[in-house]
């Protein structure tokens, strides 16, 4: 058994959807079903381009304390993010703000975190990413842990954090383990992007994914946008990393065709050792989802 660990995460921040109607706007706009969720519930959505390419994700969750929404966003990208949805507010009686001196954190490990009434709630995608809880700025939970534990945890799970590991407006959502992640509802109505999503699922168009890559040697990882190659042909590219573990997105024929050769995928002169994340199953079937 380990103890909790609690972590700051300083890139991450809150964007507020005040109002009784805010549920309905930014359900008709996200990938997931946010109406209906209850205090302490929380849903995994993101906000696609018309084409069904990826703009931004986000963990949402009743406000606890007025009628609306509040969006736990990718801070550097929260600008982006509020000025896409006051675009597509029009006549929605919806207020669209960041949240000032609050704060995010993780908690993750076995057994329950302190909240010391903080609000909280259980990561949607993962029960191993375990909680986040927002605090005051000036009043944070005690005894934090480096931020860095977190990113080594959400690497060795191979959870995808935004745009540091898709694409932005190029990315698409099943190759990055969004299905699995309880991201995408395809029982929802109609959102933006829909189409892409929902055609890359029943056609069966899914052709590479998201894989955790470590090197043989242990060294650690060469920068996100580094191509992987097998036998000198381009294979994928590498995503975020820490170390010597990280993401990268791979063909899915070029995974198949290494592992049944027995040769090994290469980034920045390393030898790789690559594995599908355990909760995204077994690899589709000729890259069919």
Known sequence: MTEVTCVALPNRALLSLQGEEAAG????????????????????????????????????TPD????????DVAADRLPDLQRRLTLYRLRAKVGIQPVEHVCCY??????????????AFPDPRLPALGWRIWAPCNA????????????????????????????????????????????VDF????????????????????????HIVQAESGAALPPAGTLVTLDGAEAGEMRS????????????????????????LEAGGLALRVRRPDYAGPPPESGKA
């Open 64 to 71: 606890p304390h007025r009628p609306g929404l509040l969006l």
């Open 140 to 183: 944070p939970p005690s005894h934090l842990s480096d931020a860095v534990a977190y990113e080594a945890h959400r690497l060795a799970l191979g959870v995808p954090d935004g745009a540091r590991d898709i694409e932005v407006e190029k990315g698409i959502l099943l190759e990055n383990h969004f299905e699995a992640l309880n991201g």
């Open 187 to 210: 029982r929802k109505g109609c959102y933006i992007g829909q189409e892409l999503t929902a055609r890359t699922k029943y056609r069966g168009l899914v052709k590479k994914q998201l």
């Open 25 to 60: 706007f930014l359900n008709a706009l996200v990938s997931n079903d946010v109406v209906g969720l209850q205090p302490g519930q929380a849903a995994y959505a993101a906000l696609l381009t018309p084409q069904g390419k990826f703009l931004h994700d986000f963990l949402v």
């Open 241 to 264: 990393s820490l170390n010597g573990t990280g993401l990268a997105l791979l063909r899915l024929e070029a995974v198949a065709k290494a592992e049944s050769d027995g040769k090994k």
């Open 106 to 119: 993780a908690a993750f490990g076995d057994g329950l975190p302190n909240l010391t009434g903080a609000p």
